[in-house]
């Protein structure tokens, strides 16, 4: 089931009804139900699959814990079978290349794309459970029913966020339930359709346009271009943490924030701590350290391939290609650069002023990270490499700023096309202009009305309606 | 000020570069300025160097404070 | 709460209600827009052009008339199929009197339902008469079916009409009465070569097969019925092509011979000007179908000389009679 739908919509508000009026202590069994619908609806033989993987991933946390000889072999055992899953999974999405704009253009069935990112988000969260045990951080769960609840929780079910089980599964038992956020979460997943529907379906147009555009587009309409797409996939993907949060709120079920306005982010390694905080989170905690750790004693050695192996299975983890390597590639330069000079730009803060200093680092950040998203974005390397050339031509192509920007950006140069060109840019700059105000007004229910109406009048004045385009980062 | 701690101030120094940084019990990566997960390595490797024992990973998985870091060294002094 | 946020979904709803009735004033008041202007003003053209963009691009009425001295009006749009032609030309009878000659441009593309479509949003703040929106409904299952939410009949398709929409409420306030094109024909003037032959012969370097659809042959019939249930004369006609995409369109001959067929049978004349001298060069076209300002120069007064001699040579006196009118 997406989010963006007519049928996510009746089935929140079914089971919201249901679960109002629902003794407390049965509450989380409705949720349970409600999810494994919400999973089995678009693909039953999906909610096979994620069940016997949480029956298993939960008895082996119980036998793990219980069989102290044969511990590590158990651990092993079941995450071999968890990570062949994955990159079974993977491989099959990846089909030819890597990419799932082919996979989507190849025509497979949406269901099947939602469960294959589910399958992932899920899995990362098994493996990150069993390994909590096997190291003795935390002792296993004893229902399997809530466990279950916790792999399929519908709100975080297709793409997160990534949840501790001792921080969720809590929240099911009656002494600590929340009361529900009504107002806050129709707040909340209002916000994740307009920032869907209204900023970054308006922007991918824009950004098609210049990553799929045939014709040779300047360097400065290339370069805003794939500025845009960073943008678009900011909009798109936290856009989906807002409704997942927003829905789990209505049931009173906090889960972890996923976004904190990445674009503010002064450097790499704090544009990391900014976006899908989640993940990262796993990565640093499953990948990073222990690798860091082993070799720790080789100083800077641990931090190199402590980065470099992570960002390697975050871009495996996105997608099979050379293209999804060179992006892991840049990153991990990027992250080693800052850690060799973290004092050097220390001191350098202190030498220039730190208001001049902040900005550019702020936009080179920006830039560094829109350069490796280039290669995120293209479907196969010659496309990446075309962009590249492109970046490197004259501004313009050689016309005017009229005709080689304007035009190719906004589909032509048409009055119509122009004005709509317009409207998206200035309804983004607006956005994140005011982002940290209207995140802090739906945190504390001020103008808690007033900012209802305004979001839903905008989503039905400049919504995207027709050809709503899948959360992208859904693909991963 | 215990021995532990201001020797683990040394360390702190030396990793961040700064001499004039003074760390207390509840300091953690919010008030200090570069501690993160790439420098944490460092700091972790340096501690063991300075008080020439070996820490677990469930130890550096769960220092959150100073205080974290102090009771796991003292532990492993045998105090 | 609970009480307050169903009444604010209530007043939400109302202002809805309210959008819906503005959009759809000031879009009607929008004389830029081809369907709200023929159905508003008087037009009472002798002859109507008919199509998509082709035709939209390249027939002048003006020199139509300089040369026949029957008033035209073009009445084609952008990426239209026969049904969005047939809308076209019901708004435009709904305010005007019938025209004595239709001419509708029909070629290989047109009877490929690939190409071209009804564009729901072009008409859609006619929404409320009966064949407009049964037009809709027919063409346009999905969008049809959310028009009968409030505001969503404009939210769907909401960047093709907002703008729209902004200049009916300037042509409000000015109280505009002209358009900016005043006879509907879209001079090409300015635009280049659009590289869609490229695209075209590289996605189908063995040439594309055409396929006959269905449901445009059966438009086509009810277009020509409708012309014919009015008195109008329609003929069909297909303008020059670039010459080089011939040997890419595989079955040409045989769709041809299947529209001439139908034009036949319907007692309906059929011009093609495919052996034009201009089709052999690129200098005359922007696009494959599309001639750029010197090719429709030229096009346009064969055009009209083909038509003086055709009317010329008919023996049955009703449509002389007409022209005299």
Redesign the interface.
Known sequence: MQFISLSFLCFLLTTWVLWRFMPKERRWQLLLTASLFFIGFSNPGALLVLISSSLLTFYAGLSIQRFPNRRRSLYLFSLVLQVSCLFLLKYIESGNGGLYFLFREAGFREDVLLFAVGFSFYTLQHIAYLTDIYQKRSSPQTSALRFLLFSSFFAKFNAGPLEQTNRLIPQFNIPDQQPAG??EG?NRIALGVFKKMVLAD?LAPIVAGIFNG??AAGSAATLTGVCLFTVQLYFDFSAYSDIAIGSAKLFGIELTENFDRPFTAASVSEFWRKWHISLIRWFTTSIYFPVAFRFRKQKYLAVFLGIGITFLVSGLWHGIGKTFFIWSLLHAIYLSYESLTKQTRIAWKNRFSPIWYNGMSILLTFLLVCFSNLFFRSANLSEALRLLRQLASSPFGGKGPTEGFLAVLAGGGY??AL??FF?TISLMFVFLFLEKRISTWIRSGSYA?LQ??FL??LI???????HADYFIYLQF | MNEVLQKLNEVFCKVFLKNDLVIHLLSDASNIEGWDSLTHMMLISETEKRFNITFTFNEIMAFKTVNDMVSAIEKHLGR | ??K??LL?LL??VC??VG?EKGYGYFLRRNVNLKSSYVATHRIDADVLFLGPCEPLWMMDPKVFQNATGLKGYNLATVHANFAENEAMLHLYLSHNKAPAFIFLYVTTESMDGAFNLFNSYSVVQFLDDEEIRAKIAEQDTG?SR?CRAP??RY??????V???C?QGVRHALTNRQVPYFPDGFVRPHGIVWD?RFE?FVNEFPKGRMFHWNAGEENHLHSLIGLAKSIGSRLVMYESPMLNDIKPFIINRQEIKEKIAKLAAGNEVPYWVFDTMKISNSRSNFFSILNTNDRGSAVFNEVFARYFLDWNKKKDTGREEKQLNE
């Open positions: 009504l107002l129709i308006r045939s014709a009055q119509e004005f709509n409207l009305f209802l109406f839903l009048l039905f004045l400049a919504g995207v309606f027709k | 709460m609970g307050k946020l604010l007043f939400f202002v809805l959008m969008f959310w505001f969503m939210a769907y398709y909401s960047d093709f907002n703008f729209n902004l590289g695209r």
